[in-house]
T-cell receptor
Framework: NAGVTQTPKFQVLKTGQSMTLQCAQD?????MYWYRQDPGMGLRLIYY???????DKGEVPNGYNVSRLNKREFSLRLESAAPSQTSVYFC?????????????FGSGTQLSVL | RKEVEQDPGPFNVPEGATVAFNCTYS??????FFWYRQDCRKEPKLLMS???SGNEDGRFTAQLNRASQYISLLIRDSKLSDSATYLC??????????FGTGTRLQVFP
């Protein structure tokens, strides 16, 4: 039972390169999220998905695309990376009911765009 | 204006002190509220959920004021191990979860 698996852990890109961050969960949760965290900024929501086949923009969606291929996987794509996208990225799922709701996080991806 | 706001701190307090953090949110239709703890930019971990009636878990007390749209976290008898960043989280609709900027706490001996 791996929980939330996020890959890669580290990545260095050149400006203009593209890449996809992968996130997979084995907890059968419907809701999945992508956040980025910059120093002093807390976590900012990029995109989220309420269920397979649906995605919605969060606070900072520009420059990103997402895909919810199935219930398990929610990927984040940078089509043309920019230095402003240097950040730590976290994938998360939401589980539980009204009394024990919580987020389950991946271990994060440290991305540097040169 | 950010949808969920916190005082970034840092709050520097001695061991044994009581410290309180506030968090304000802008969406009056928000449904659920949480406090998460984050150490050294690792993944955040749930500290406690916040219920309308307020709730307590050991040294930690969380309260919600829907009329004024803020939540609070009180930590009593601070320990060195409480040093971390405390993140306020608000679920605005069925699925949209927004984090505050975080409040950094440093407890010193």
């Amino acid at each position: 039972n791996a929980g939330v698996t996020q890959t890669p852990k580290f990545q260095v890109l050149k400006t203009g390169q593209s890449m996809t961050l992968q996130c997979a969960q084995d907890m059968n949760h419907n809701s999945m999220y992508w956040y980025r965290q910059d120093p002093g900024m807390g976590l900012r929501l990029i995109y989220y998905s309420a269920s397979e086949g649906t995605t919605d923009k969060g606070e900072v969606p520009n420059g990103y695309n997402v895909s919810r291929l199935n219930k398990r996987e929610f990927s984040l794509r940078l089509e043309s990376a920019a230095p402003s996208q240097t950040s730590v990225y976290f994938c998360a799922t939401r589980g539980g009911d009204a009394t024990n709701e919580k987020l389950f996080f991946g271990s994060g991806t440290q991305l540097s765009v040169l | 204006r950010k949808e969920v706001e916190q005082d970034p701190g840092p709050f520097n307090v001695p061991e044994g002190a009581t410290v309180a953090f506030n968090c304000t949110y802008s969406n009056s239709a928000s449904q659920s509220f949480f406090w998460y703890r984050q150490d050294c930019r690792k993944e955040p971990k749930l500290l406690m959920s916040v219920y309308s009636s307020g709730n307590e878990d050991g040294r930690f007390t969380a309260q919600l004021n829907r009329a004024s749209q803020y939540i609070s976290l009180l930590i009593r008898d601070s320990k060195l191990s409480d040093s971390a960043t405390y993140l306020c989280v608000v679920r605005e609709n069925t699925d949209k979860l927004i984090f505050g900027t975080g409040t950094r706490l440093q407890v010193f001996p």
